[in-house]
């Protein structure tokens, strides 16, 4: 079978893939430059990493890590108030990792509307919906 022979991929597809694909990459990069950080400006953490690792290798619960180590537990979403330091701009990374499906969702939405297949356009957002639900912690499990 020749290239001109294959059958053309749907956009919406090609637009989730890239989208997924490269925002993936992205965030592996800044993965990559927070632990440097990190390292680079201990004081500059919100957890030292130095005591962080000695309490894991300790064997300690992560409730008494974060006692012992932070001063307690910031809240899920504690990047957002540290986004200059090493171990918050590793956790930016992470959580915009986590969220790729659902901009890559959105972006299928916006493709499938083009193409008018308004089903897929209704599916796509209430899988993002999903999504967004989830990483919140709403739902039926209570968070738990």
Not at 48 to 58: G, M
Not at 69 to 78: A, E, L, S
Request: aromatic share 14%.
């Amino acid at each position: 079978m020749s290239a001109s022979e294959r059958p053309k991929m749907p956009g919406a597809q090609i637009a989730y893939g890239e989208v997924v694909y490269w925002l993936t990459i992205f965030t592996a990069i800044l993965c990559m430059i927070g632990p440097v950080l990190a390292v680079v400006n201990i004081d500059n953490n919100v957890l030292n990493p130095h005591f962080l690792f000695q309490a894991i290798f300790d064997g300690k619960t992560p409730e008494v890590i974060w006692e012992e180590v932070g001063g307690g537990f910031p809240g899920g979403h504690f990047y957002k108030d540290n986004l200059f330091k090493g171990d918050g701009f590793s956790q930016l990374g992470l959580a915009l990792g986590c969220s790729a499906a659902l901009w890559a969702l959105i972006c299928a939405a916006v493709a499938y509307l083009k193409d008018r297949i308004y089903l897929y356009v209704i599916l796509s957002l209430w899988v993002a919906f999903m999504v967004v639900i989830s990483a919140l912690g709403i739902g039926p499990s209570g968070g738990h």
